[in-house]
């Protein structure tokens, strides 16, 4: 297979390392403009308009919103269908997922000062939030656990999923992980309509306040254009895995972790970094003898010959800059000491430490988030959590002696930036 | 004057209050497509672009990027020469800001199941970041003070800020709060070009991961465009206060608190409830005597006539019920037991709380930010903060026994959901 070979030491390095990452999600205009029309309609015709386009674009024959209702008996029925070992399999991720999530909520707090003055900040979680599930090939039940459990956690009083359910084909693992969850209401709509139900409500789906979960390209579009009127979570562009190895892994082992991202699509990128050239070599034969065996390894060649790299770096510390250019959203540190290593990584979604932690483990059911910033984006945002499902308000209850010194800085200031009201409105509260 | 009066016993309230919110900022397409352009010339020829831009739009004539940069010490002589009460309000107005704001640090946390595995957060502070003040009307001192500190305390190492001179004048009280804040490199540029130049990085300015702070059209959509190449803070509307009164305050007090809103802009919208039909009289009876002795009544007139209400409302339950729609950006109560009812609120930026506390001490020098979700974007957004600037990184390490019990587990979803490599590469590490 023809995966790229680079190395540190050559001259053109970085403007391949770079040539390497570039990747631009072009945004289609026509894409955009269906959407546009899409969300307008929505606003307007609500219900009407969903059950049109469900009608059109997914083929179902529904009369009316509520025959796109799934009941909670429904889910549970999806649930208890399960073969057992994948029912127990789900609701065990389901809980080290919940385990670790606990451990993020934010709590409000606040101080007093010497003069009575309270300062603080009030942390309460959102009314109602949206959960947008794909119906096609991306039809992830770990997908509705990672993005539910952490809102459920937060304290959401109302999570509403939709999921296309194209030609009536209802996905039973999906549905599954909805009763797992706690999915308070469940709708069978999908595309820019469903998120258009979401963001503006209509006569049967609740306005939500924020709406998370992966999509197609008229989903992402649609997200990106309710913004301001509901929250979202961050557009994700290609997954990425970034393995950095010593050279003692086993060649194998971080060959299939390279394929465990290739395989999910053909612009998934794959690189690995190693300070031990004949590793490479080795990891290399590996690839071309593995991936024979796999069933998706058109996927993974595509993947890997077209965007992934095999680089070799004078040492570990190069290796550790390179990865907080990259800011990978998984970063497997497949090393000795790999917890005193992880201190020099700044930017990455995830951090999978030691040769016995693979990507697979996380995605599952070790308990993080499997939702990451991509594209580099780690150098700037972190992994969906709880804390995206709670918000927080200032508290400020200044006490009769504060306002008489804050009112004097603030009436100074005030003045200074030429705004009097806030300067009259703190000198009213003045006693002398 | 001309101000709105609801009640909530009207049969149209609901709609009312509807239209009353009702803000949609239009997206001007044509300066859509000029930003589009300023960013594409500066991504393409970095600083020969900018500096175009800049002669041509502030009417500049450097001849090279080096003579737009202010030196550090034309920052602390701005400081040095403001008048000494100026330069103390300053400088308390940060310390009290910086004092808040180190109660919001983020740390990394990690625990360690039976077996050995370790799970965590590892919080880090983003590289470098971007503040963009704006250069005309809306210079504000203290909106130096309120993105640049948050950034500072969690660790920035790096703080560029970019400040439009529109023929050459440098506002001294912007660059003594730049002083003041420990700002790294100061830029004298401005509009859709000086976010490009920061989010591309040009010759010159150096490349950030985030860009904070408020600005025109130009800029906001510039902001919206880069986002996903570097982290943008909220894209803000019009400043907005809601005042919940018992009917017990000074009218007076309560009146000009509504100008200190509404003096920002003819948009700013100011509303109170009252359950006193009498008090909204009495307010009403100190608005119109007191706006003739306010420098911007021009503008507070026209913002409270299209945009302000005085509300009579049943009792202060229903104003807890109103003001969570609304989800104001600021939110005063001003009644008698304030910190008792604030607990009915759900969604607001600040909380200000007791007749003392005026908005105007918030937004110099209490302490909490000034930068705030508006147009309802409190109901899942939250004040800019030390959080802001930093971000987080998933810690998974493995134990040798947990990689048996969770490869099972990751290898049978996986499965489920047809990923093979995830399921061989937890296989790998299984024992048996």
């Known amino acids: ?225 309710v913004f301001g009127v509901v929250g979202i979570d961050m557009v994700a562009g290609p997954s990425e895995i970034l393995v950095i190895c010593d050279g003692k892994s086993n060649p194998d082992w971080v060959a299939m972790d390279l394929f465990s991202q290739a395989e999910h699509d053909e612009l998934a990128q794959a690189i690995l970094l190693s300070p031990d050239a004949a590793f490479l070599d080795e990891v290399q034969k590996s690839i071309e003898r593995l991936i024979e065996e796999m069933p998706r390894k058109e996927i993974i060649r595509t993947s890997l010959q077209n965007r992934g790299a095999l680089i070799k770096v004078n040492d570990l510390d190069q290796a550790a800059e390179i990865a907080n250019y990259i800011a990978p959203e998984h970063l497997e540190l497949s090393v000795e000491e790999p917890l005193a290593y992880s201190k020099k990584i700044r930017h990455a979604g995830a951090i999978f430490m030691g040769r016995d932690t693979c990507e697979a483990l996380g995605d599952y059911c070790a308990g993080p988030n499997h939702v990451l910033p991509t594209s580099r984006t780690a150098r700037f945002s972190s992994p969906l959590g709880v804390y995206d499902f709670q918000k927080r308000s200032s508290l400020i209850m200044v006490s009769s002696e504060g306002a008489q010194t804050l009112g004097r800085i603030a009436s100074r200031l005030a003045y200074g930036e030429g705004l009097q009201a806030h300067a009259r409105s703190a000198e009213f509260r003045l006693k002398d």
């Open 1 to 225: 297979m023809n995966i790229r070979r680079f190395s540190t030491s050559n001259a053109s390095f970085d403007q391949d390392l770079k040539a390497l990452l570039a990747f631009e999600t072009a945004q289609d205009d026509s894409i955009d403009q269906v959407v546009a029309d899409i969300l307008r309609n929505v606003k307007g015709r609500g219900d009407a308009a969903v059950l049109e386009y469900t009608q059109r674009f997914d083929r179902l024959d529904a009369q009316s919103m509520t025959q796109l209702e799934i009941s909670k008996a429904e889910l549970q029925a999806a649930l208890d269908g399960l073969p057992a070992a994948e029912r127990e399999a789900l609701q065990q991720a389901a809980q080290r997922v919940r385990d670790y999530h606990e451990k993020q909520l934010m709590s409000s707090w606040s101080y007093t000062e010497a003069d009575g003055t309270l300062l603080g900040q009030q942390v309460t979680a959102l009314d109602r939030v949206g959960l947008y599930v794909p119906g096609g090939k991306a039809a992830y039940p770990s997908s509705v656990l990672m993005n539910a459990i952490p809102a459920k956690v937060a304290g959401v009083q109302e999570l509403i999923m939709v999921v296309p359910t194209p030609g009536g084909e209802r996905n039973q693992l999906v549905l599954a992980a909805a009763a797992v969850c706690g999915v308070d209401r469940v709708f069978c709509i999908g595309g820019a309509q469903a998120v258009g139900a979401l963001a503006y409500g209509t006569e049967t789906v609740p306005q939500v306040d924020k709406i998370v979960g992966p999509g197609n390209a008229y989903v992402a579009a649609a997200k990106r254009r």
